[in-house]
């Protein structure tokens, strides 16, 4: 709370009163003091007279609501000078009282004032929010591979391509979809997500299309379904391998056709709809195993974006880790600095087979549990080095040449950028080699076959 007035004694009792209520004031002679205190205390209200020196309270108001919006402001005015009051409020002040002031009727304005403000703010940090977790260009990483991404991501996101994320379970599949809807012509319409290996197949039908009123027990009213939710926007179908076969029929022929008929009834409905696709298993090896058309697949698959596995561009770990720390603790309100050498080198250990899931949960935990100032190893919840021995990091004691040979591997095609040419001729072996043993570790879409 800041009140500014140019009567000293009017502020000091004023600012002396609002404290007995519980509010935290600052107070100014005038305008342009106001605005300088504004610059360093962002108060959620002023409280500001309307006739002062240098910078009158109408000038303070313009200036402020300006660069200050979520701030709100009540102004003080004699009798005589109501209209100038109302002209305030035209300018948008919240309210105003007249002098001599009412004590209740002065706290029971603030008090509205105060509530409005703090909306006006929490709104302006989710829109924050909203932006930093949809824009492509703040998915961190600057290993080369999160570079080719993330250009993948621009030249796609304008066009109307269907799109199909490719990713283990925890590397942000959902965060490029939204970035290519936000970064789309289509980002002022809805984006709709539906993970398809969360429903039944009964469910799943009438979720994606809609149904008709009677068309099965329980289905009291017509109900739109996804696809008719994202009209004019993006539909993000998650976990895409698991849809049922029958029902890859429907959604191919939406696909080819852009139409469908919801469960139940006969009205051919159309709709404009981009849909991006996303899996963790190979599409290709599921056609070949029977479970997924094979004409449906070429549909999905007008562009790929492959999501690279954390442990295939370990460089980005420190980085993803200092920015979960810094959000964990301000949420927290934990006044963290960072990490001990043991811990980073932990973090750099790990296999992370949860990928960035796994370690943005690893240290919101880290980041609830460490007492002092930084996290430290035994803050972590991974295992021990002998534990994690099978994993890539540091060479320990008693390792097998099994062992031994993955970490060799794998770390050497991490410091190649994923060339399995230039990684067999550092090692001395050969590239067929190299691919056997990730296919063998299950790793194979994890690197490039190029030099």
Known sequence: MLVVDDE?????????????????????????????LMEELRPDVVLTDLKMPSLDGLGLLDRGKAEYPETSFVVMTAFGTIDTAVEAIRRGAENYVTKPLDVGTVTALLARAMDKAKLAREASELRERLHETYDFSRILGEHPSMRRLTQVIAQVAPSRATVLIHGESGTGKELIAAAIHENSKRKSGPFVRLNCAALAESLLESELFGHEKGSFTGAMARRKGRFEQADGGTLFLDEISEVPKPLQVKLLRFLQEREFERVGGNET???????????????????????????????????????????????????????FLHRFAKENERALEGFG????????????????????????????????????????????PAAEAGSVGAF???????EIERIAILQ???????STGKAAEMLGISRRKIQYRLKEWGMGGDVEDSD
């Open 8 to 36: 000293t004694h009017a502020r000091d009792a004023l600012a002396e009163i609002l404290a007995e209520e519980g509010y935290e004031t600052a107070t100014a002679a005038d305008g342009l003091e106001a605005l300088r």
């Open 269 to 323: 409905i159309r709709v404009d709809v981009r849909v991006v696709a996303a899996t963790n298993r190979d599409l290709k090896q599921c056609v070949q195993d029977g479970t997924f058309r094979e004409d449906l697949y070429y549909r999905l698959d007008v562009v790929r974006v492959d999501v690279p596995p954390l442990r295939a561009r370990r460089s980005d770990i420190p980085i993803l880790a200092h920015h």
């Open 341 to 384: 050498d043991e811990a980073m080198k932990a973090l750099l250990a790990h296999a992370w087979p949860g990928n960035v899931r796994e370690l943005e949960n690893a240290i919101e935990r880290a980041v609830v549990l460490a007492p002092g100032k930084r996290i430290e190893r035994e803050h972590l919840p991974m295992p021990t």
């Open 396 to 402: 320990v004691p008693g390792m097998t040449l099994a």
């Open 412 to 418: 050497t095609l991490d410091a190649c950028e994923g």
